[in-house]
């Protein structure tokens, strides 16, 4: 049986327990949901591929509760103390060299050099994360592939029997995943689109960071092809769709749900996830998505909306 814990003292405590003890326990971000489970235990970790069905060589972030533990897992280089210190807490995961002897099992990392780390701004996480005592591995606590979670029944859906508890910590404010930062040569690569824009990195820079060409190795998290993806196909850019097609609008439009009607681009954010759920719970075989500007989160909801509609 999967345990729901409220948002409480003592719901927070018993999941610091549970985390200690080895298990798996989803708890509430800013972003969505993640799958926690320690990070120096490869038993933990080995759960969280195994309940998401992940594939292994899909490396995991790894949250810490405060900036200091980065110092027991990781090397820091100059250039990325501005933005750590402009965005955490918050929806930014920094790819840095993994230091050795960090405390980390291998599953982690995948077999990468580099260690995903991150620290997220929902206090629940927070409160959490200090009671534990340790870094938590914790993807998106959804099956591997398909939609992620913004709410603690999205995560019951997905994973009930197969992990300790949820912490119910509310639905997630931003909707889509942390951006992912790494720094190779000493310039800032964007490896993920997300939370954190472009732009809003660019004026902490003082440079706006390239993006992961297609084609490289995973090198960070979130990077296959076909993720995020609802149970129905996925055609994107569409402006008339077909009969049979459950339309996704953007803007002031007539659809079956919408991103957001007035154009808000941080409200479809945090709608995607919620409204993919929405249409595999009323059984949507085709979906057809309304174009979104690439800009600011705009770049982040293209990014899942394309890995929705790849090749499954």
């Given amino acids: 049986m999967t345990e729901v814990l409220p948002s409480t003292e003592e719901g927070i405590a018993r999941a610091a327990g549970l985390l200690r003890d080895g298990a798996l326990v989803a708890m509430p971000t800013e972003t969505v949901y993640g799958l926690a489970g320690l990070a120096r235990d490869d038993r ?43 965005f955490w807490p918050g929806p930014l995961t920094i790819v840095l060299p993994l230091k050795p002897g960090a405390p980390v099992s291998p599953l982690v990392t995948a077999g990468l050099r580099t260690l995903a780390v991150r620290m997220p701004a929902h206090p629940v996480a927070r409160a959490l994360l200090r009671g534990v005592g340790a870094g938590v591995a914790a993807p998106s606590a959804n099956p591997s592939g398909r939609i992620s979670p913004t ?20 639905d997630c404010a931003v909707g889509v995943e ?6 190779p040569e000493g310039r800032a690569v964007i490896l993920r689109e997300g939370g954190v824009t472009a732009e809003a990195l660019a004026q902490v820079l ?22 995020y993806a609802p149970q129905g196909r996925v055609r994107l850019g569409v402006t008339r769709p077909e009969p ?3 339309y996704l609008g953007f803007g002031d439009m007539a659809c079956d749900l919408n991103l957001s009607a ?14 993919f759920h929405a249409m595999d719970a009323r059984g949507a075989e085709r979906i057809a998505v309304a ?16 890995r929705a509609a790849a090749p499954r």
């Fill in 244 to 246: 049979h097609e459950v």
């Fill in 262 to 275: 007035s154009g808000d681009l941080a409200e479809a954010a945090a709608n995607l996830f919620r409204h």
């Fill in 44 to 86: 933990a970790v080995a759960g969280i591929y195994e309940a998401k069905g992940r594939p292994s060589f899909n490396p995991l972030i790894v949250h810490v509760a405060e900036a200091a533990q980065l110092e027991d897992l990781v090397e820091v280089p100059a250039v990325a103390r501005p933005v750590i210190d402009a």
């Fill in 151 to 170: 709410t603690a029944a999205h995560v019951m859906a997905g994973l009930d029997g197969r992990i300790a508890a949820v912490l119910d910590g509310g």
């Fill in 291 to 306: 174009p979104v500007p690439e800009e600011g989160l705009g770049a982040a909801i293209n990014d899942r909306l394309r």
């Fill in 206 to 227: 003082g440079y706006t960071p390239r993006h992961r060409a297609e084609g490289d190795a995973i090198d960070a998290p979130g990077q296959l092809a076909s993720h």
């Fill in 178 to 183: 942390s951006t992912i930062l790494g720094f």
